[in-house]
C-alpha cells in the first residue's frame, strides 16, 4: 500500500532558527513530489520536486528530493512567527490521479 | 479568477440528516477531488474524478456519493449524516499534466454532525 510519512509530528522554535521537515514515502512508481503550507485555511502550495537532487528555492524556503532513499527535505531558514502553520507533503504516481499526503508537521515558530 | 469555490462554509446537521456540498473550479481543470481533514489525520481522499463523467473511490468513501455535473462541478453528498463524518471538508482539482500537477483548493467547508 503506498505510504508518505512525515516527521516530526510538531516542533516548536524561536524566531531565527532554521528547521528541516521530512517526508518520506513508499509508492509504486513515485512521479512527484509536493510541498504545501496549511495556516488557517486551505492549503497553499510551495512545491513540486521531480528529479532527485535538484534543490527548489524560494526565499528562506528551499527542498530537495531523494529519489534512491525515497525521501524529501523542506528546510526553513531564518524562521518567522509567520511560518506557523501545518505543511503537508503529498506524493503522485504514474498511472493514477491520486495524491497521497502525509498526516503532515505542524510547526509554530514563537517570538 | 475565483479559482476553487465551495458552499457552505459551515454547516450543522443533526444525525440522519442528508446534505450536499457544492464544488466548483473555473481553471478548466480535468480532475477534481473531495478531502476530509480530521486533526493529527492529515487529507484524506473521499472520492475524486480524473475527468468529467468518471468518478473512483478514495481512501475513505463509505457514507458519501459524489456527482460529477460537467468539467467545472463535483459536488459531494452525505446521504444520512453521521457524528464520525464531523470534519474540515476540502475541494480541489488539477489538470494531471506530465510537469505539472499542482493541486488548488478550495477554502474548505466545517461541518459538524450532533
Known amino acids: 500500500e503506498d505510504k508518505v510519512v512525515q516527521s516530526p509530528l510538531s516542533l516548536v522554535v524561536h524566531e531565527g532558527d532554521t528547521v528541516t521537515l521530512n517526508c518520506s514515502y513508499e509508492?509504486?512508481?513515485?512521479?512527484?513530489l509536493l510541498w504545501y503550507k496549511q495556516e488557517k485555511k486551505a492549503p497553499t502550495f510551495l512545491f513540486m520536486l521531480?528529479?532527485?537532487?535538484i534543490e527548489k528555492k524560494s526565499g528562506r524556503l528551499s527542498s530537495i528530493l531523494d529519489k534512491k532513499e525515497l525521501f524529501s527535505i523542506l528546510n526553513i531558514t531564518a524562521t518567522q512567527t509567520g511560518d506557523s502553520a501545518i505543511y503537508l507533503c503529498a506524493v503522485t504516481t504514474s498511472g493514477t490521479y491520486k495524491y497521497i499526503f502525509g498526516t503532515g508537521t505542524r510547526l509554530k515558530v514563537l517570538a | 479568477n475565483a479559482g476553487v469555490t465551495q458552499t457552505p462554509k459551515f454547516q450543522v446537521l443533526k444525525t440522519g440528516q442528508s446534505m450536499t456540498l457544492q464544488c466548483a473550479q473555473d481553471m478548466n481543470h480535468n480532475s477534481m477531488y473531495w478531502y476530509r481533514q480530521d486533526p493529527g489525520m492529515g487529507l484524506r481522499l473521499i472520492y475524486y474524478s480524473a475527468s468529467e463523467g468518471t468518478t473512483d473511490k478514495g481512501e475513505v468513501p463509505n457514507g458519501y456519493n459524489v456527482s460529477r455535473l460537467n468539467k467545472r462541478e463535483f459536488s459531494l453528498r452525505l446521504e444520512s449524516a453521521a457524528p464520525s463524518q464531523t470534519s474540515v471538508y476540502f475541494c480541489?482539482?488539477?489538470?494531471?499534466?506530465?510537469?505539472?500537477?499542482?493541486?488548488?483548493f478550495g477554502p474548505g467547508t466545517r461541518l459538524t454532525v450532533l
Open positions: 521531480t528529479s532527485s537532487g
Open positions: 509508492v509504486t512508481n513515485f512521479r512527484s
Open positions: 480541489a482539482s488539477s489538470e494531471f499534466g506530465f510537469s505539472y500537477n499542482e493541486q488548488f
